[in-house]
């Protein structure tokens, strides 16, 4: 049966799908895996940590964090689920990396529900790690960000300097639906040569939390060749 839900109602039916439960960061090795295999296996109560080594051994990490989301209304009146997700680089190398992500102004397509969107914005705060308990990550201004940006493409660059970390946040905002069936959303972004990759997955919200769908977004690079850790 079909039944017409209020924005409000909208807001309980498709949290689950964003949210689900949190964990903790875990590193795991494996010598037969490429970081992308090791990291995505840990599921959605834990976040995706990524490792990579360069050719002296030194190491760059990607830690990726698990999500918090509530309704936003742009100033024309349209209505989103805006879910923040956060980001931090730390920089084990001998040399700075330049950073560079790019999301362009496009939406994406959700795949199991034709004509509905979600587009992507990367805010230009820098996230702190005593941050990371506070509402909304600590992201400040939010609202002011989504209204000015919502129609622009997102951009960051960033040096992240030998032995130093830099953490930041990217939103994904979903337009309102109907009968949006539950699941649970985990993002991560990663490293494949010098391109970024975004990763967005959908599990069920069953004990068993199989994967439904999942979508790798080309969005950006890093200047230094470096190979997962083994």
């Known amino acids: 049966m079909n039944i017409k839900i209020s924005i409000t109602y909208f807001i309980f039916m498709i949290a689950p799908f964003f949210l689900g439960c949190q964990g903790n960061v875990k590193k795991e090795s494996n010598n037969n895996a490429s970081a992308d295999s090791v990291s995505w296996r840990y599921g959605v109560n834990e976040n995706p940590v990524y490792e990579y080594t360069d050719a002296n ?32 680089i730390i920089n084990e190398t001998d040399n700075p990396l330049e950073l560079k992500i790019n999301f362009p102004v496009d939406s994406y397509e959700i ?54 970390s830099s953490g930041f946040y990217i939103v994904i905002l979903a337009q309102p639906t109907e009968g ?9 972004l990663s490293l494949q040569g010098q391109n970024l990759f975004y990763r967005i997955s959908r599990y069920a919200s069953t004990p068993a ?22």
């Open 111 to 164: 795949p199991y529900l034709p004509g509905k969107y979600y587009k992507i914005l990367v805010p230009p705060d820098t996230m702190t790690v005593d941050e990371e308990p506070l509402y909304n990550y600590g992201l400040r201004d939010l609202k002011s960000f989504l209204d000015s940006s919502i129609h622009k493409a997102s951009s960051l660059e960033r040096t992240i300097n030998p032995k130093e």
């Open 57 to 88: 051994g030194k190491h760059l990490t990607i830690q990726n964090g698990l999500p918090r989301g509530e309704k936003y209304t742009h100033p024309k009146g349209d209505e989103y689920f805006k879910v923040i997700f956060w980001t931090r």
């Open 209 to 230: 939390h199989t994967l439904i769908h999942t979508k790798e977004i080309y969005c950006g690079s890093i200047n230094v060749n470096l190979i997962p850790l083994k």
């Open 180 to 188: 949006v069936p539950g699941g649970i959303l985990r993002t991560g």
